[in-house]
Nanobody, 124 residues
Framework: QVQLVESGGGSVQAGASLRLSCAAS????????MGWFRQAPGKEREFVAA????????YYADSVKGRFTISRDNARNTVYLRMNSLKPEDTAVYSC?????????????????WGQGTQVTVST
């Protein structure tokens, strides 16, 4: 029973920061690439960030590069997404995903395990 549980979302003003967490269970966490995706109402799911097994490789969407940081703590089976300088355009449901591949992927089709998502709302 693979389970991914996101937390840390909320409603904030533009310019604020949030840190999302994704706690994983039921898998050998250290051997999974982890990713964050987001989906706004009426929009397609969008890649945000991904991180390799040991955290040495990270990918970011251009829209969040320089503002968001993905990290992982393999001892705690947890992946994080630190979001700084939040903009209204960042408003979405943020989901954590896992895939047992070696190279991080930006495609949601490569991830076979998903959390339920956590809502992030950024207002002006």
């Amino acid at each position: 029973q693979v389970q991914l549980v996101e937390s840390g979302g909320g409603s904030v003003q533009a310019g604020a920061s949030l840190r999302l967490s994704c706690a994983a269970s039921g898998l050998t966490f250290v051997n999974y690439v982890m990713g964050w995706f987001r989906q706004a109402p009426g929009k397609e799911r969008e890649f945000v960030a991904a991180i390799g097994w040991s955290g040495g490789i990270t990918y970011y969407a251009d829209s969040v590069k320089g503002r968001f940081t993905i990290s992982r703590d393999n001892a705690r089976n947890t992946v994080y997404l630190r979001m700084n300088s939040l903009k209204p355009e960042d408003t979405a449901v943020y989901s954590c995903a896992a895939t047992p591949t070696v190279i991080p992927s930006t495609s949601p089709n490569q991830y076979n395990n998903w959390g339920q998502g956590t809502q992030v709302t950024v207002s002006t």
